[in-house]
T-cell receptor
């Protein structure tokens, strides 16, 4: 597609429910990132995929958060047993480059985000 | 820990004026400094970026000034327009495990009034 697509755009969950957020990156983009953006804050890194490999999951706040990208394209962020503090916008971004990076680059193309509200 | 500090949190500028947003970083491993612009309900989009071997970069009305010794950089928007009203994020990027890991500042909400 022309840009990064995320769904759903809005999700309301009751505390304790599981949610799944989908990201469809720009075709051919090797790198895929998930960020969490709290209200009035900057995006906070969650996890990074290079093709299907999850190379960095250091930003995932707890073991309730799980992400996958099984075929190296579409990615899903899953949050189990949601808590109120999980309420945020979850942003997905993709980038053309992978391991063979040209140093000093790294433009990220963001989707519009999935706004999660946990009641 | 906040690796990229951004100020001010909000900014009101009159049309035609200059908007200035400042950022500071601590980690000298950062090697790429982009600025992202975000409109309500949208994802951030790259506006302009600079490498640390350059002290200034200008693209149209947008200029980044970079001070490597002070570990500071700033965005200047000349002739600010109402259409520039958005939230601006500075960011810093470094190689981490074979990819560029981007860390964002907390954002500056800019309002340009007619």
């Amino acid at each position: 597609g022309a840009g990064v697509s995320q769904s759903p755009r809005y999700k309301v969950a009751k505390r304790g429910q599981d949610v799944a957020l989908r990201c469809d990156p720009i075709s051919g983009h090797v790198s895929l990132f998930w960020y969490q953006q709290a209200l009035g804050q900057g995006p906070e890194f969650l996890t990074y995929f290079q093709n299907e490999a999850q190379l960095d999951k250091s930003g995932l706040p707890s073991d309730r958060f799980f992400a996958e990208r099984p075929e190296g394209s579409v990615s899903t962020l899953k949050i189990q047993r949601t808590q109120q503090e999980d309420s945020a916008v979850y942003l997905c971004a993709s980038s053309r480059y992978g391991l063979a990076l040209k140093r000093g680059t790294g433009e990220l193309f963001f989707g519009e985000g999935s706004r999660l509200t946990v009641l | 820990q906040q690796q990229v500090k951004q100020s001010p949190q909000s900014l009101i500028v009159q049309k035609g004026g200059i908007s200035i947003i400042n950022c500071a970083y601590e980690n000298t491993a950062f090697d790429y400094f982009p600025w992202y612009q975000q409109f309500p309900g949208k994802g951030p989009a790259l506006l302009i970026a600079i490498r640390p071997d350059v002290s200034e970069k200008k693209e149209g009305r947008f200029t980044i000034s970079f001070n490597k010794s002070a570990k500071q950089f700033s965005l200047h928007i000349m002739d600010s327009q109402p259409g520039d009203s958005a939230t601006y994020f500075c960011a810093a990027s470094r190689e981490s495990g074979g990819y560029q890991k981007v860390t964002f500042g907390t954002g500056t909400k800019l309002q340009v009034i007619p």
